[in-house]
C-alpha cells in the first residue's frame, strides 16, 4: 500500500512536469508577453528592458528552468492584465466553478443511476424506451441551447429561478461558497441543471449496459433463488458489479466539467474560471492560462488517482499493485 | 431377498401437474416444458433427465418463480405442501425461495456474487428467512460452512469467491442452499461444471446434507449415472415431454421407453475397452416446430408408422415404469 502511494504520487509528478514542458512551450511559442506590459508608445529602449525584466531575453533552457522552479514554488508570476497575483485571480473563481459542478455531478447521479438501473432490468418496457429517448436528447441538444431555453422558461417566464449571478456567498476558511446561502442555492438550480444534461445521459447509458450485462449473469438468478428481493438483486447484486465504468466516466466527466464549463457559466454570467480563462486567452495573460492548464492537469491527476481507489473499494479482485 | 414395498405418502411434499411453461419468441412459441407431472416425496431424491434444450432447467425455474420473459407459466399446478406455486404472489415465491425450496446452479465459477464476500452471501439467506442476531448468524454460517467440507470457516467467511477453487465454490453454493433447512432442493446440473474428481465429492456431500436435513432434492441432470447412484426416482424429460419415470434401479436395469435406452448405453462402460461408444443418432428436434405423432419417432430404432400418426401417452409399463411409447421395450428387451 505504502509503496504503491509512493510510485503513484511519482507518476503523478511525472505527468504534471510533462504538462509542464508542454505548457511551456505553448507559451513561449504563442505571441510575445512583452506587448502586453508595455505601453502602446514605448521605445525600443524600454521594450528591451521590459523583456529583460521578464526575463524573455534569456535562452530557453534557461527560460524553463526559471519557469519550473517558481512552478514548484507555486509563484505563478502577477496577471500581466489584472496586476494581481495569477494564483489569487484563480483561486477567486475556482471556488465558484468547483460548486457549480459537484451539484450538477449530484443531479446527474441522483437521476441517471436509478433510471439507468430501471431501463437495464427492464429493457423491453414503454418507460425503458421513453428514458432512453430521453437520454439520447441529453446527449445531443447542445448545453447553450438548453441553457437559454430554461432560462426563458424559468427565469423569465415564470419567475422561479434566477437568470444569472450567484447570489448571496458566504465565507468558508477564507473561500467564497454559495452552496452556504438560500439564496446561492436558488441560483446555482439552472446553471447546474444544464451543466449536468450530458453527462446524466451519459452515466444513464452506460448504467444501463452494465445493468444489462450483469442481468444475465447467474449470480443474479442465485441471488433471486435465495429469496432476494428485486430491489437488493438490482441494486446489491447488480449495480454494485456494473458501476465500474460508470466510476471511470464520472471521474472524467468531473474533470472536464471543472475545466470546461465555461459555456454554461457565460450563458448565467457565473463568475467561474472558464470566464476569467477565455479573457485571459484574448489578451495573452500568460500566467493565468499557466496556472489554469497547470491545475487542471492537477485537477485531472488526482482524480484519476481517486477513481483508481474507489475501483479497489468497489471489486475485491483489483489490488493496489 | 427383501422386497421394499413402496410407501407413498398421501400428499407428496411436491407435486407437478400438467406443467406447462412457454417462451414466446419473435421465432415462434418455444415450449420449453409442456405438460409435466411428477410428484417427489419428503426425503426423496429425484432425477430429472434428458439432453440439453430438453426443458429440465426451466422445470426447476418454474417451481422457483424464476421464469422471465419471454417465457411464462401457461398451465397446470405446483403443488407445494398443498400451495399452489404457480399461482403464488411474487412476495409469497420470495418468502418460499431460500427458505422452503432452494437453488444450487451448475457453474459454481458464476454463480456467487464477486463482489461480497462469502460470510455476507451466506449472512443474506439468514437475514431474510431467520430472526437471528448477527452473532447467531455468524455462528450458524461458520456450522455450516464446516459441514460442507471448508476448514477455517471463520476465516473463510471474510474472503471473496474468487479466492476459492471451483469445488470449494460450490461447497460454498451448497452451505447456501442448505443454511435456512429447506425442504426441497433443485440441483441443477450441480457437477456438470467441476472436476471428474470432484464431481463424486461434491455428490456425496448433497447427498449426506439431504440426509442430514431430511430434505427432498430435484437432482437435474444430462448425467444418468449422477442419477443412477443419487436418486430415488427418474423422471426423463424428451423436447419437454416427460417420456418416462420410475424407480431408478427399475428404469436403469431394464427401461421401457428407447429414449431411455440410448441414454443409458451413452455411458461409456468402463470395463469394455473394445466397445464403440455408443450414441443417440440424429438431433432434438426443432422445439418451435415439433413433428405429428412421437417426438422421439426420428430417431428411434423401433418406429413404425403408428408413431408418425398418433402421439404416445403415459402408460404403465413393467415394474414401477410409466412410459409414452406405442412399443415399449420389455423386461430384458435390448
Same mark, same amino acid.
Given at each position: 500500500?505504502?509503496?504503491?502511494?509512493?510510485?503513484?504520487?511519482?507518476?503523478?509528478?511525472?505527468?504534471?512536469? #510533462?504538462?509542464?514542458?508542454?505548457?511551456?512551450?505553448?507559451?513561449?511559442?504563442?505571441?510575445?508577453?512583452?506587448?502586453?506590459?508595455?505601453?502602446?508608445?514605448?521605445?525600443?529602449?524600454?521594450?528591451?528592458? +521590459?523583456?529583460?525584466?521578464?526575463?524573455?531575453?534569456?535562452?530557453?533552457?534557461?527560460?524553463?528552468?526559471?519557469?519550473?522552479?517558481?512552478?514548484?514554488?507555486?509563484?505563478?508570476?502577477?496577471?500581466?492584465?489584472?496586476?494581481?497575483?495569477?494564483?489569487?485571480?484563480?483561486?477567486?473563481?475556482?471556488?465558484?466553478?468547483?460548486?457549480? !459542478?459537484?451539484?450538477?455531478?449530484?443531479?446527474?447521479?441522483? @437521476?441517471?443511476?436509478?433510471?439507468?438501473?430501471?431501463?437495464?432490468?427492464?429493457?423491453?418496457?414503454?418507460?425503458?424506451?421513453?428514458?432512453?429517448?430521453?437520454?439520447?436528447?441529453?446527449?445531443?441538444?447542445?448545453?447553450?441551447?438548453?441553457? =437559454?431555453?430554461? @432560462?426563458?422558461?424559468?427565469?423569465?417566464?415564470?419567475?422561479?429561478?434566477?437568470?444569472?449571478?450567484?447570489?448571496?456567498?458566504?465565507?468558508?476558511?477564507?473561500?467564497?461558497?454559495?452552496?452556504?446561502?438560500?439564496?446561492?442555492?436558488?441560483?446555482?438550480?439552472?446553471?447546474?441543471?444544464?451543466?449536468?444534461? +450530458?453527462?446524466?445521459?451519459?452515466?444513464?447509458?452506460?448504467?444501463?449496459?452494465?445493468?444489462?450485462?450483469?442481468?444475465?449473469?447467474?449470480?443474479?438468478?442465485?441471488?433471486?433463488?435465495?429469496?432476494?428481493?428485486?430491489?437488493?438483486?438490482?441494486?446489491?447484486?447488480?449495480?454494485?458489479?456494473?458501476?465500474?465504468? !460508470?466510476?471511470? #466516466?464520472?471521474?472524467?466527466?468531473?474533470?472536464?466539467?471543472?475545466?470546461?464549463?465555461? #459555456?454554461?457559466?457565460?450563458?448565467?454570467?457565473?463568475?467561474?474560471?472558464?470566464?476569467?480563462?477565455?479573457?485571459?486567452?484574448?489578451?495573452?495573460?500568460?500566467?493565468?492560462?499557466?496556472?489554469?492548464? =497547470?491545475?487542471? +492537469?492537477?485537477?485531472? !491527476?488526482?482524480? $484519476?488517482?481517486?477513481?483508481?481507489?474507489?475501483?479497489?473499494?468497489? %471489486?475485491?479482485?483489483?489490488?493496489?499493485? | 431377498?427383501?422386497?421394499?414395498?413402496?410407501?407413498?405418502?398421501?400428499?407428496?411434499?411436491?407435486?407437478?401437474?400438467?406443467?406447462?411453461?412457454?417462451?414466446?419468441?419473435?421465432?415462434?412459441?418455444?415450449?420449453?416444458?409442456?405438460?409435466?407431472?411428477?410428484?417427489?416425496?419428503? /426425503?426423496?431424491?429425484?432425477?430429472?433427465?434428458?439432453?440439453?434444450?430438453?426443458?429440465?432447467?426451466?422445470?426447476?425455474?418454474?417451481?422457483?418463480?424464476?421464469?422471465?420473459?419471454?417465457?411464462?407459466?401457461?398451465?397446470?399446478?405446483?403443488?407445494?405442501?398443498?400451495?399452489?406455486?404457480?399461482?403464488?404472489?411474487?412476495?409469497?415465491?420470495?418468502?418460499?425461495?431460500?427458505?422452503?425450496?432452494?437453488?444450487?446452479?451448475?457453474?459454481?465459477?458464476?454463480?456467487?456474487?464477486?463482489?461480497?464476500?462469502?460470510?455476507?452471501? =451466506? %449472512?443474506?439467506?439468514?437475514?431474510?428467512?431467520?430472526?437471528?442476531?448477527?452473532?447467531?448468524?455468524?455462528?450458524?454460517?461458520?456450522?455450516?460452512?464446516?459441514?460442507? /467440507?471448508?476448514?477455517?470457516?471463520?476465516?473463510?467467511?471474510?474472503?471473496?469467491?474468487?479466492?476459492?477453487?471451483?469445488?470449494?465454490?460450490?461447497?460454498?453454493?451448497?452451505?447456501?442452499?442448505?443454511?435456512?433447512?429447506?425442504?426441497?432442493?433443485?440441483?441443477?446440473?450441480?457437477?456438470?461444471?467441476?472436476?471428474?474428481?470432484?464431481?463424486?465429492?461434491?455428490?456425496?456431500?448433497?447427498?449426506?446434507? @439431504?440426509?442430514?436435513?431430511?430434505?427432498?432434492?430435484?437432482?437435474?441432470?444430462?448425467?444418468? +449415472?449422477?442419477?443412477?447412484?443419487?436418486?430415488?426416482?427418474?423422471?426423463?424429460?424428451?423436447?419437454?415431454?416427460?417420456?418416462?419415470?420410475?424407480?431408478?434401479?427399475?428404469? @436403469?436395469?431394464?427401461?421401457?421407453?428407447?429414449?431411455?435406452?440410448?441414454?443409458? %448405453?451413452?455411458?461409456?462402460?468402463?470395463?469394455?475397452?473394445?466397445?464403440?461408444? $455408443?450414441?443417440?443418432?440424429?438431433?432434438?428436434?426443432?422445439?418451435? $416446430?415439433?413433428?405429428?405423432?412421437?417426438?422421439?419417432?426420428?430417431?428411434?430404432?423401433?418406429?413404425?408408422?403408428?408413431?408418425?400418426?398418433?402421439?404416445?401417452?403415459?402408460?404403465?409399463?413393467? $415394474?414401477?415404469?410409466?412410459?409414452?411409447?406405442?412399443?415399449?421395450?420389455?423386461?430384458?428387451?435390448?
Amino acid at each position: 500500500m505504502f509503496g504503491y502511494l509512493v510510485k503513484r504520487l511519482l507518476q503523478m509528478t511525472l505527468v504534471l512536469w #510533462i504538462v509542464s514542458v508542454i505548457v511551456f512551450l505553448m507559451m513561449s511559442f504563442t505571441g510575445d508577453p512583452v506587448f502586453m506590459v508595455v505601453p502602446v508608445d514605448a521605445t525600443d529602449a524600454e521594450i528591451a528592458q +521590459a523583456r529583460r525584466l521578464l526575463g524573455l531575453d534569456q535562452p530557453m533552457p534557461v527560460q524553463y528552468w526559471r519557469f519550473l522552479v517558481s512552478l514548484v514554488q507555486g509563484d505563478f508570476g502577477y496577471s500581466y492584465v489584472f496586476r494581481q497575483p495569477a494564483m489569487t485571480l484563480i483561486m477567486e473563481r475556482l471556488p465558484a466553478t468547483v460548486e457549480m !459542478v459537484l451539484v450538477a455531478m449530484v443531479f446527474a447521479l441522483v @437521476i441517471s443511476i436509478p433510471l439507468g438501473v430501471y431501463a437495464g432490468a427492464n429493457p423491453e418496457s414503454k418507460i425503458s424506451r421513453f428514458i432512453m429517448a430521453g437520454s439520447l436528447l441529453g446527449i445531443s441538444l447542445p448545453g447553450f441551447w438548453v441553457g =437559454m431555453v430554461l @432560462i426563458y422558461l424559468f427565469a423569465v417566464q415564470w419567475g422561479i429561478f434566477p437568470s444569472s449571478g450567484r447570489g448571496d456567498t458566504a465565507e468558508f476558511f477564507g473561500l467564497r461558497i454559495s452552496l452556504l446561502t438560500g439564496d446561492g442555492w436558488h441560483h446555482i438550480v439552472l446553471p447546474a441543471i444544464t451543466l449536468s444534461l +450530458a453527462t446524466t445521459a451519459i452515466l444513464l447509458r452506460m448504467t444501463r449496459a452494465g445493468m444489462m450485462e450483469v442481468g444475465r449473469q447467474d449470480f443474479m438468478k442465485f441471488a433471486k433463488a435465495k429469496g432476494v428481493s428485486r430491489r437488493d438483486v438490482l441494486y446489491r447484486h447488480g449495480l454494485k458489479n456494473a458501476i465500474i465504468p !460508470v466510476v471511470t #466516466i464520472f471521474g472524467l466527466q468531473l474533470g472536464d466539467l471543472i475545466a470546461f464549463a465555461t #459555456i454554461t457559466e457565460t450563458i448565467f454570467s457565473w463568475p467561474g474560471m472558464g470566464k476569467l480563462l477565455i479573457d485571459s486567452i484574448y489578451r495573452a495573460d500568460r500566467p493565468v492560462i499557466v496556472v489554469y492548464l =497547470m491545475l487542471v +492537469a492537477l485537477i485531472f !491527476v488526482v482524480i $484519476n488517482f481517486i477513481v483508481d481507489l474507489v475501483y479497489t473499494l468497489i %471489486d475485491p479482485r483489483i489490488s493496489l499493485k | 431377498m427383501t422386497i421394499t414395498i413402496e410407501t407413498q405418502t398421501d400428499q407428496p411434499l411436491l407435486e407437478l401437474k400438467d406443467l406447462r411453461t412457454h417462451f414466446h419468441t419473435f421465432a415462434g412459441v418455444v415450449k420449453a416444458v409442456n405438460g409435466v407431472s411428477f410428484k417427489i416425496g419428503a /426425503g426423496e431424491i429425484m432425477g430429472l433427465v434428458g439432453e440439453s434444450g430438453g426443458g429440465k432447467s426451466v422445470v426447476g425455474f418454474s417451481i422457483l418463480g424464476l421464469i422471465e420473459s419471454p417465457g411464462k407459466i401457461e398451465g397446470g399446478e405446483i403443488l407445494f405442501d398443498g400451495e399452489d406455486l404457480a399461482k403464488a404472489s411474487d412476495e409469497r415465491l420470495r418468502e418460499i425461495r431460500g427458505r422452503d425450496i432452494s437453488m444450487v446452479f451448475q457453474d459454481p465459477m458464476t454463480s456467487l456474487n464477486p463482489l461480497h464476500t462469502v460470510g455476507d452471501q =451466506m %449472512d443474506e439467506v439468514l437475514r431474510l428467512h431467520s430472526n437471528l442476531d448477527a452473532d447467531a448468524r455468524k455462528q450458524a454460517c461458520i456450522k455450516m460452512l464446516e459441514s460442507v /467440507g471448508i476448514s477455517q470457516a471463520e476465516e473463510r467467511l471474510k474472503a471473496y469467491p474468487h479466492q476459492f477453487s471451483g469445488g470449494m465454490r460450490q461447497r460454498v453454493v451448497i452451505a447456501i442452499a442448505m443454511l435456512a433447512q429447506p425442504r426441497l432442493i433443485i440441483a441443477d446440473e450441480p457437477t456438470t461444471a467441476l472436476d471428474v474428481t470432484i464431481q463424486s465429492q461434491i455428490l456425496k456431500l448433497m447427498r449426506q446434507q @439431504i440426509a442430514d436435513n431430511g430434505a427432498s432434492m430435484i437432482l437435474v441432470t444430462h448425467d444418468l +449415472a449422477v442419477v443412477s447412484e443419487m436418486a430415488d426416482h427418474i423422471t426423463v424429460l424428451y423436447c419437454g415431454q416427460v417420456v418416462e419415470q420410475g424407480k431408478t434401479r427399475d428404469i @436403469i436395469e431394464s427401461p421401457s421407453h428407447p429414449y431411455t435406452r440410448g441414454l443409458i %448405453d451413452s455411458i461409456p462402460d468402463p470395463t469394455d475397452r473394445m466397445a464403440r461408444l $455408443n450414441q443417440i443418432p440424429g438431433n432434438v428436434p426443432d422445439i418451435r $416446430n415439433l413433428p405429428k405423432g412421437c417426438n422421439f419417432r426420428a430417431r428411434c430404432p423401433r418406429a413404425q408408422d403408428l408413431c408418425a400418426e398418433q402421439e404416445p401417452t403415459l402408460k404403465p409399463q413393467h $415394474n414401477s415404469l410409466v412410459s409414452a411409447c406405442h412399443f415399449p421395450l420389455q423386461p430384458g428387451e435390448k
